[in-house]
C-alpha cells in the first residue's frame, strides 16, 4: 500500500457553488513536483477536514485527481492518489444498492442518505503516472465514487432527489455559520455542536 505524504500545507476548502467543483475538470498530464506538492497538500487538507477523501477541485485546482484514507466494510484501511480516475460499477444481479449516509468537505457538516452501488472499482495513474487499480465495499466503494464524482463536476447533491437536496441545503445553511471561509486552514467553531457523523465525509 502507498504512503501518503505528510509534508503538506493546509490549504482553504472550495465549496459548492464555485465553477470549477461544477464542471469536468481538466486531466493530468504532468507528474512532476508540483503535483507532488499539490498531492502533499490535499493530504494535510484532508486529514485537518477529518474527511476520507478530497479531490483536487475541492482546494480549487481544475485537474482530475483525488486522494484518499478510507475504511472499507471490513474496516480495512486504504489509502491512495488516483490521477484521471475511471469508474466501474457492478451491473445486472450483481448490482445491489447502499443506503448510507454520505456529507461532503465542500458542503461541510451538513448529511444525507444517498443510494449508491456497494462496491466499486476506480482505475487511473498515482502521482507518478504509474497504473493504479483501487477496489472496494462499504465506505471505500463510496468514497471511489463520490471523488470519481467530483473530478467530472458532480456533487453528491446531484444524485439526490429533489426532497432530500432541500433537505441537505437546510442543514448545511444552519450550520454554515460555524465554518470560517478558510476552513480547514481556521478551525470549526463551536465544534462541540457537531456530532461525529457515521457517514462518508469526502
Ligand atoms: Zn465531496
Known sequence: ???????????????????????????VTEFGEDLHKLVADMVATMNAAEGVGLAANQVGVDLQLFVFDCPDKDGVQHQGV?????????????????????????????FTKCVRPDWARVTGVDENGEPVTYEGTGLFARCLQHETDHTQGTVFGDRLSRKYRKRLYAEAEELALDYPSDWPVSPMLHPEDHQEEEGLNA
Open 1 to 27: 500500500m502507498p504512503t501518503l505524504p505528510t509534508n503538506g500545507s493546509v490549504l482553504p476548502i472550495t465549496r459548492w457553488g464555485e465553477d470549477v467543483m461544477h464542471r469536468l475538470n481538466k486531466p
Open 82 to 110: 488516483v490521477c484521471n480516475p475511471v469508474v466501474e460499477l457492478p451491473e445486472g444481479k450483481d448490482r445491489r444498492l447502499d443506503e448510507g449516509e454520505e456529507g461532503c468537505l465542500s458542503l461541510p457538516g451538513a
